[in-house]
């Protein structure tokens, strides 16, 4: 049980453009997904809290208007990274937990290369 | 401090040999504690959780949590060229998880 799926597992984009990353729970309800980056070589890096019905919170330093965060849904959390830039190629993963007591579960990511 | 710490390693251990990877964490109220495997380009993969005092086994993996020194643990038995890989101790917040930087663990054959 408690399946995170992440979609795409990688897009290659222009620079400029935008792009939407997708995130669903499978089989448990989520209120909250969690939206981590990752560079290589580097720690897992929380960006964002997604908030069913809610506005996400934003991490410091994260920018909310160009990481737009959509949870419309108790088991869709959308990531767009907006006008994006060579250097927002990352690994993009999201994650949720079914409920306070289980651990956080976590899509399989988004390999993003912006060109 | 950070909120979760652990040494970056790389830990070497040679195949059939115990590893050891340790975990500090600063908040003496949290209750929830995890440990993820992580290949390279892979996203974190669930290995142990542990919520109270003890140790907790399954298959090769055993997890020890001391609250009182606020320390965890992750033991893997037998190591196999196969569990290298970097190892992510996680701590359940009030809100979210706190994540350490992760211990590359290389498990010599």
């Known amino acids: 049980g408690a399946v995170v799926s992440q979609h795409p597992s990688w897009v290659i984009c222009k620079s400029g453009t935008s792009v939407k990353i997708e995130c669903r729970s499978l089989?448990?309800?989520?209120?909250?997904m969690f939206w981590y980056r990752q560079f290589p070589k580097q720690s897992l890096m929380l960006m964002a809290t997604?908030?069913?019905?809610?506005?996400?919170?934003?991490e410091q330093g994260v920018e909310k208007d160009k990481f737009l965060i959509n949870h419309a849904s108790l088991t869709l959390s959308t990531l767009t990274v907006t006008s994006a830039h060579p250097e927002d190629s990352s690994f993009y993963i999201c994650?949720?937990?079914?409920?306070?007591?289980?651990?956080?579960?976590f899509g399989n990511g988004t390999r993003l290369t912006v060109t | 401090q950070k909120e979760v710490e652990q040494n970056s390693g790389p830990l070497s251990v040679p195949e059939g040999a115990i590893a050891s990877l340790n975990c500090t964490y600063s908040?003496?109220?949290?209750?929830?504690f995890f440990w993820y495997r992580q290949y390279s380009g892979k996203s974190p993969e669930l290995i142990m959780s542990i919520y109270s005092n003890g140790d907790k086994e399954d298959g090769r993996f055993t997890a020890q949590l001391n609250k009182a020194s606020q320390y965890v643990s992750l033991l893997i038995r037998d190591s196999q060229p196969s569990d290298s890989a970097t190892y992510l101790c996680?701590?359940?917040?009030?809100?979210?998880?706190?994540f350490g930087t992760g211990t590359r663990l290389k498990v010599l054959a």
């Open positions: 089989d448990f309800q989520a209120t909250t």
């Open positions: 908040d003496r109220v949290s209750q929830s």
């Open positions: 996680a701590v359940r917040g009030t809100y979210k998880y706190i």
């Open positions: 997604s908030n069913e019905g809610s506005k996400a919170t934003y």
């Open positions: 994650s949720a937990d079914p409920d306070t007591n289980s651990p956080l579960h």
